[in-house]
């Protein structure tokens, strides 16, 4: 297995984030079955990890990402910039600055989500509508309809993590403008915690009925 193109890829799935093997192969000018093998191979040495996302028609598409044994191959300068700013605010202006901060933040995505979501009414509509956001932010997002009628939202992959680790008002708010960009239709639940040991974060949510 060739060394230069292992590192080919994982560089792909780096700067391009979670890809298929027919999208890798289409980049990299190789064959897509050479690229199955490599990503066989990263996998066993636990660098990457898929995900089987279903579409609307056919086969669930297999989307392959780094793991965070991948990413640690890289430096990582940007989470330890996050880091220490979220620490030195906390010095600076207490547990207040940042919520402050975490409130801004929250205040500042639901305008541009909403604006987004403008044109969606239906709450199914608005679900695909935010997991297209979430996705292009990098977070691997997937809308399913449970059997008892509800839907989950899903995010493979969270794009603040080592934030989200040192600073739990992030998920809490997170939480908040999800309910928020739904709007009082939808009545929202987490249900898997990426941070408290589950695989991935997971949303119910169910409609709520007309009054």
Known sequence: MSDRTRTRILNALK??????????????????????QHLDGLLQEELVDFEDMKGAVGRPRRVWALSAAGHARFPDNHSALILSLLSGLRELYGAQGVEDLIAFREKEMQVAYEKELAGASALSDRLSCLADLRNREGYMAEVERDADGSWLFIENHCSICAAASVCQGLCRSELSLFASV????????????????????VYRIRERAAV
């Open 15 to 36: 700067a391009g984030g979670p890809q298929t093997a027919a999208e890798l192969a289409a980049s990299l000018s190789v064959t897509p079955v050479a690229v199955r």
């Open 182 to 201: 739904l709007g009082p239709q939808a009545e929202i639940e987490r249900c898997e915690h990426l941070l408290s040991g589950g695989r991935r974060c």
